[in-house]
């Protein structure tokens, strides 16, 4: 009996299963207004979230980033993130209607831009440039602001390990037109191909990365990855942060910033350790600015000893 084999297919049916039940709450959302759909997703997200495995992730999680919080403060942001994941998940229906900002409209708008003139500067300009973001609010919209103003951005994205789903989100993720990047071996060449042309490219940059770079994300030791890192080194790309800020009302603020000044080696070359940390700093003082808009739940200073041993910043 071929047991690998049996595996395999088993995961299959377990994806396919999963995926129907995503789609067919998919389907019903779509039955409803975006703002009561949302709405029913955090509530939902709240009361199913906390009865999973990844919710002890979470607490232990937050009680080592925040040692000074209470229990109650600390139970009260696990049940703010499973509503934030429960909307995100929610907003992949709505994104082509949740996205309604329109530059030098005086109209207000469900979704504003702090940045505007970073992105008319960043059209006009001849540089490579480099995007990066977070897990935080409705990251997916950066892509479809960047469309708006008319940036031709190519976008790093992990795909879930549901193919199912992959093939779902991907359509969702089609409203910008942006180009997608799957984060995969090939996406650094990829990219650098887009740099080398000094286009301009996106990326998530708060997640484990096994053999990655070791730097501190909330005072502990992580591994963070070092492609970005790298290839603003390589075209001395500009790096830009940029984030989504859920706010009341189903509403939401993309602050996209001036480009950072990075670290730079004794040869006046950008110091991709360096660079990586200073992301990280960036990102955490986003994460402790709304802690309830970040995936804790997510391993990410897991390190395994044969990956630490010998890493080298």
């Not at 499973?82 to 994104?95: D, I, K, S, T």
């Not at 071996?185 to 996106?202: K, T």
């Not at 700093?281 to 990956?307: A, L, N, S, T």
């Given at each position: 009996?071929?047991?690998?084999?049996?595996?395999?297919?088993?995961?299959?049916?377990?994806?396919?299963l999963i995926a129907?039940?995503?789609?067919?709450?998919?389907?019903?959302?779509?039955?409803?207004?975006?703002?009561?759909?949302?709405?029913?997703?955090?509530?939902?997200?709240?009361?199913?979230?906390?009865?999973?495995?990844?919710?002890?992730?979470?607490?232990?999680?937050?009680?080592?980033?925040?040692?000074?919080?209470?229990?109650?403060?600390?139970?009260?942001?696990?049940?703010?993130?499973?509503?934030?994941?429960?909307?995100?998940?929610?907003?992949?229906?709505?994104?082509?209607?949740?996205?309604?900002?329109?530059?030098?409209?005086?109209?207000?708008?469900?979704?504003?831009?702090?940045?505007?003139?970073?992105?008319?500067?960043?059209?006009?300009?001849?540089?490579?440039?480099?995007?990066?973001?977070?897990?935080?609010?409705?990251?997916?919209?950066?892509?479809?602001?960047?469309?708006?103003?008319?940036?031709?951005?190519?976008?790093?994205?992990?795909?879930p390990n549901n193919?199912?789903?992959?093939?779902?989100?991907?359509?969702?993720?089609?409203?910008?037109?942006?180009?997608?990047?799957?984060?995969?071996?090939?996406?650094?060449?990829?990219?650098?191909?887009?740099?080398?042309?000094?286009?301009?490219?996106?990326?998530?940059?708060?997640?484990?990365?096994?053999?990655?770079?070791?730097?501190?994300?909330f005072g502990r030791?992580?591994?963070?990855?070092?492609?970005?890192?790298?290839?603003?080194?390589?075209?001395?790309?500009?790096?830009?942060?940029?984030?989504?800020?859920?706010?009341?009302?189903?509403?939401?603020?993309?602050?996209?910033?001036?480009?950072?000044?990075?670290?730079?080696?004794?040869?006046?070359?950008?110091?991709?350790?360096?660079?990586?940390?200073?992301?990280?700093?960036?990102?955490?003082?986003?994460?402790?600015?709304?802690?309830?808009?970040?995936?804790?739940?997510?391993?990410?200073?897991?390190?395994?000893?044969?990956?630490?041993?010998?890493?080298?910043?």
């Open positions: 009996m071929n047991w690998a084999r049996i595996g395999s297919w088993l995961r299959s049916w377990r994806h396919w129907k039940g995503v789609l067919a709450i998919f389907a019903l959302l779509r039955l409803m207004s975006a703002d009561r759909a949302l709405n029913l997703a955090d509530r939902l997200g709240k009361t199913v979230g906390p009865w999973s495995g990844r919710h002890r992730v979470a607490l232990g999680n937050l009680r080592k980033a925040y040692p000074e919080k209470s229990e109650e403060e600390i139970q009260a942001i696990a049940y703010d993130m499973w509503g934030h994941m429960a909307r995100l998940a929610a907003e992949y229906v709505f994104l082509d209607r949740l996205f309604d900002f329109r530059p030098f409209s005086d109209a207000q708008h469900r979704v504003e831009v702090d940045g505007v003139d970073v992105f008319i500067r960043v059209v006009d300009s001849k540089k490579p440039r480099i995007f990066f973001t977070a897990h935080t609010g409705c990251f997916e919209m950066f892509p479809v602001a960047a469309a708006t103003f008319g940036l031709d951005l190519v976008a790093l994205f992990r795909a193919p199912y789903l992959a093939e779902e989100l991907s359509t969702a993720r089609n409203v910008s037109n942006a180009r997608m990047v799957a984060s995969r071996s090939g996406a650094a060449i990829s990219l650098a191909r887009i740099l080398e042309e000094d286009g301009s490219v996106g990326a998530l940059v708060d997640q484990k990365f096994n053999g990655g770079i070791l730097t501190t994300f030791e992580c591994q963070t990855s070092p492609l970005v890192p790298r290839l603003a080194r390589q075209f001395d790309a500009d790096i830009h942060p940029a984030r989504c800020i859920r706010l009341p009302g189903n509403r939401y603020r993309l602050e996209i910033l001036d480009p950072i000044e990075p670290a730079r080696d004794a040869n006046g070359e950008i110091d991709p350790a360096a660079l990586a940390q200073q992301v990280n700093d960036i990102i955490e003082g986003w994460v402790r600015e709304y802690p309830g808009q970040w995936m804790w739940f997510h391993k990410r200073w897991e390190i395994k000893e044969r990956r630490k041993r010998g890493q080298k910043a």
